[in-house]
């Protein structure tokens, strides 16, 4: 599992305004700016931030599952090598930095600001193939 771990924490690190750090219950938590996209824990589980209606149409889609933990939260859980492999929890993990990355840019623009300004989000959602309920909810 450590691998598959590895290879998820050097990926997504190396992202545009991501910032890697220790999550508090073990593992490593990945944020862009003041949000939490996500963090992964070392025996396998990812757990993902959405906004709620994304979390549900994701969830609908079989792409991965409820949070274990706070199961109505917006919040998903995704077992890396159980449910999926190392490509799926990167899908993921990249959809919800663009969702987050969407919403950073609209309150920057609001109020006179730059927030990744290098980043084309719709263009990289696009390529990210969504299911037309779920590209509707994004």
Same mark, same amino acid.
């Given at each position: 599992m450590t691998e598959e771990i590895d290879r998820i924490v050097a990926e997504v690190s190396n992202w545009d305004g991501?910032?890697?750090?220790?999550?508090?219950?073990?593992?490593?938590e990945f944020r862009l700016g003041p949000r939490e996209i996500g963090h992964v824990h070392e025996w396998g589980i990812l757990d993902i931030a959405f906004p709620r209606r994304v979390r549900d149409q994701l969830v609908a889609d079989g792409k991965t599952g409820?949070?274990? $933990?706070?199961?109505? &939260?917006?919040?998903?859980?995704f077992r890396v090598?159980? *449910?999926?492999?190392?490509?799926?929890?990167?899908?993921?993990l990249r959809l919800s930095y663009l969702s987050h990355a969407k $919403?950073?840019?609209? &309150?920057?623009?609001?109020?006179?600001g730059n927030?990744? *300004?290098?980043?084309?989000?719709?263009?990289e959602l696009t390529a990210l193939e969504p299911?037309?309920?779920?590209?509707?909810?994004l």
């Open positions: 991501i910032e890697a750090n220790e999550h508090r219950f073990g593992g490593t409820p949070h274990h $933990i706070y199961p109505e &939260s917006g919040w998903t859980t090598g159980e *449910t999926g492999d190392v490509d799926d929890a990167l899908w993921l $919403i950073m840019q609209k &309150s920057a623009e609001r109020a006179g927030v990744l *300004t290098e980043l084309d989000v719709e263009n299911s037309d309920e779920l590209r509707a909810v």
